[in-house]
């Protein structure tokens, strides 16, 4: 009887998932990388848009706030947010906000932020950005 089961058993998908497997954090062919209103990597509320247009009215709009994703953390990942400079985007990074308020992520943690909203707080505890 073990053998009649085994038999009617529905093929093994595995292959097919193997084949068509894409690297983590990559874009299927015919899909664009560049944000669009419909397809936001993140979201930012209206206290970081304030907050990055303050810091690009002191440093004359010659900033961006990159965020990267790192291991650590209670649950195996930290966010991380650094300031940088315009110039110093590179290939990798995607652009996902707008000229007025850039936000540059690693390619690599797309997909972990994808949806996510970056916030500003500021309170008695600590001014900083936060997901």
């Known amino acids: 009887m073990f053998h009649l089961l085994k038999r009617n058993r529905a093929p093994k998908l595995r292959s097919a ?3 068509n497997r894409m690297p983590y954090g990559s874009t299927p062919e015919g899909e664009s990388t560049q944000p669009n209103a419909h397809n936001q990597i993140i979201h ?3 206290d970081a848009i304030n907050k990055m247009k303050q810091i690009n009215l002191k440093y ?15 649950s195996g990942f930290q966010y991380s947010f650094s300031l940088i400079d315009k110039t110093n ?19 690599g943690a797309a997909e ?10 500021n309170n008695l505890i600590a001014k900083k950005f936060v997901i």
């Open 17 to 19: 998932l193997i084949k």
């Open 44 to 46: 930012l509320t209206s």
């Open 60 to 74: 004359k709009n010659s900033k961006a706030l990159k965020v990267s994703v790192e291991a650590g953390g209670c």
């Open 89 to 107: 985007i590179q290939e990798k990074d995607l652009v996902a906000y707008n000229k007025e308020c850039l936000v540059v992520i690693d390619k």
């Open 112 to 121: 972990m932020l994808r949806n996510s909203k970056i916030d500003y707080t």
